[in-house]
């Protein structure tokens, strides 16, 4: 027993003076901090969720932010401020004013946190921004009687307005618009002096312009430019008020997971925009209007399938008949036109030996009286010159004989080739149109032939062109076949040549030469004239076909040329070089070649 209480005495000790002294010295120390500490206490604020947040806003800036009839804060701003403090377990307190008053009391401490402020990175430099909860468009809005703009430059030069220290201020002043801006403190403020008739311009968000002006009544304006600027809307803090920025952006995460955040922004903003088309909505009523127009399709498919065969039935039938008939109706009109040329080539032909026979007789009577002027001037000379010698010069049919004595023998051959030219003309014309029905293949010149046809169409080739050339080979032999009717093949290849030129300016050359090699004579025709198609080109020589129905021609010419060469056993062949114009080559077999053939 006692030598557990000597354990007890030795384990509990009373303390002694020097630990008294430490344990009062500490007391002391203590009872001097608690004032300190007091004082600190009271200059650091309470924590977020223990006071009440002073939060800012504009007085007139509706739908988003405003001062109700009865003066209490209403908006999209403050009902979702209110239902994030609901969320968040925060006290708030709304406190309105002027804007540039709110951004002022911002950033000198005496509101906590502004509900609705655009973003821009000047403004970052001393606000802190939380994610956007909504984007702003703005607008430009005139008189109606004003000319329309398209977007913010257009405004340089033009009278602005626009509310003191909104985010568009602070644009077109960083645009150097400066000069032409008028300040007024709120949207409204704005919208009544352009209104009013003053400045030109106002800058508005879109909402909050069309809101004013339903309210105030202002229907002498409209926006001319929509959407010219979007900007982010979100909450702004004073720079470093990282807690309370966390808080309010955590807040609004959750409405927009809850869907009390759609409900807000629909009540406010969504009655003044347009209703947003959704799948669900495009599926919903075109499965109630493509439906029945399907169930309908479909029972008028099938009741029509029966008549559509039997439409389709007749109308082959139909569209046989107008196709036999239109194929009957274009071989008459081709017979008609056959006749009708061949009528015309008939009377031409009468025509032609008529004409041919009455200018014979008169050429042949100058023909005739030629050569006895000739020889009376030939006598008569004599008694001129001596009289010329004596008396000097004299008048002889009013002109001077001196100069008569050298012009007289000159006209009278001229008069004479005249007349021998007439005669060849005229000789040419009756052969070209005289009745061959025997058909008969002859040895001839086809030198000859060109030059019979050149002199034929002489006078349609000095209208056509004044670069004519004719080079002719003498070395050519002797072909077999129908004179005429190659003569009547170079006519038409000359006249097509002729008819080609566009102005006088245009060459048309002709050569005839022999080719050993093949035993051929060849004529090659080359003029500088318009050319043809090349999808034209195989269809030249088909009859009727012409690129000139509308001057008159009827497409004949070509094929009966080809015909007539081709009776021949020659070639008629037709190219286009890329420089322009048209070569035409006739290739005819020499006699020995169609004999030997």
């Not at 479909?298 to 239109?326: C, F, H, M, N, P």
């Amino acid at each position: 027993m006692n030598s557990d209480m000597s354990k007890v005495r030795h384990v509990v000790k009373l303390p002694g003076c020097g630990s008294l002294f430490r344990i009062l010295l500490l007391l002391a120390c203590l009872a001097l901090l608690l004032p300190v500490i007091d004082a600190t206490a009271k200059d650091q604020d309470p924590p977020v969720g223990g006071r009440t947040i002073i939060v800012g806003g504009d007085r007139d800036y509706p739908p988003y932010e405003f001062l109700d009839k009865n003066g209490q804060p209403a908006g999209y701003n403050v009902d979702l401020t209110r239902a994030i403090a609901d969320v968040m377990g925060m006290k708030v307190e709304f406190r309105f004013g002027g804007w540039s008053q709110m951004r002022s009391a911002l950033i000198s401490g005496q509101l906590d946190i502004l509900q609705g402020i655009s973003y821009s990175d000047e403004r970052s430099k001393t606000i802190d921004f939380s994610p956007p909860h909504t984007i702003v468009h703005h607008a430009i809005f005139a008189r109606r009687d004003t000319a329309p703009v398209h977007s913010l430059v257009e405004l340089r030069g033009r009278q602005v307005i626009v509310f003191r220290d909104g985010i568009m201020h602070d644009l077109l002043l960083q645009m150097g618009f400066a000069a032409d801006l008028t300040l007024t403190e709120t949207p409204a403020d704005a919208l009544r002096l352009l209104a009013s008739g003053e400045k030109e311009y106002a800058v508005v968000a879109m909402l909050p312009g069309m809101y004013l002006i339903r309210e105030l009544h202002l229907n002498n304006l409209v926006p001319v430019a929509r959407g010219v600027v979007a900007q982010r809307y979100c909450y702004g803090v004073k720079k470093g008020n990282a807690e309370l920025l966390a808080r309010f952006s955590e807040g609004i995460a959750i409405l927009q997971k809850t869907g009390q955040y759609q409900a807000i922004y629909d009540k406010w903003l969504g009655i003044h925009e347009q209703p947003r088309i959704t799948w669900e909505r495009v599926v919903k009523y075109g499965a109630m209007v493509l439906l029945p127009l399907v169930l309908i399709l479909i029972g008028t498919v099938v009741w029509s399938r029966t008549l559509q065969k039997r439409v389709a039935q007749r109308t082959d039938e139909l569209a046989r008949e107008v196709l036999e008939r239109k194929r009957a109706l274009e071989e008459l009109r081709r017979h008609q036109d056959k006749l009708v040329q061949a009528d015309k080539m008939a009377s031409l032909g009468i025509l032609v030996s008529g004409v041919a026979h009455e200018i014979n007789n008169p050429n042949g009577l100058i023909l005739l009286n030629l050569p006895i002027l000739k020889d009376v001037y030939a006598d008569a000379g004599e008694m001129l010159e001596r009289r010329f010698r004596e008396e000097g010069d004299f008048l002889l049919g009013g002109v001077s004989y001196a100069r008569m004595r050298q012009e007289i023998p000159l006209m009278l051959e001229e008069m004479s080739e005249g007349a021998k030219r007439i005669k060849r003309i005229v000789e040419d014309l009756k052969d070209f149109a005289r009745r061959d029905d025997s058909v008969r293949m002859d040895p001839f010149d086809l030198n000859a032939v060109v030059r019979a046809a050149v002199r034929l169409v002489e006078t349609s080739i000095r209208k056509a062109t004044n670069h004519f050339t004719a080079e002719y080979d003498d070395r050519l032999p002797l072909l077999r076949g129908n004179a005429q009717r190659i003569e009547q093949v170079v006519v038409n290849l000359v006249i097509n040549a002729c008819q080609a030129l566009v102005d006088s300016s245009g060459r048309i050359s002709l050569v005839t030469f022999f080719d050993p090699q093949s035993g051929c004579a060849t004529l090659r025709i080359q003029d500088d004239g318009t050319g043809i198609l090349p999808e034209h080109l195989p269809h030249l020589t088909d009859p009727f076909f012409t690129t000139k129905r509308e001057a008159g021609g009827t497409g004949l010419g070509l094929s009966i040329s080809a015909g007539i060469v081709k009776e021949h056993g020659g070639t008629l062949a037709f190219d286009c070089p890329p420089e322009g114009g048209t070569i035409v080559t006739l290739t005819l077999p020499c006699l020995s070649e169609v004999t030997s053939s």
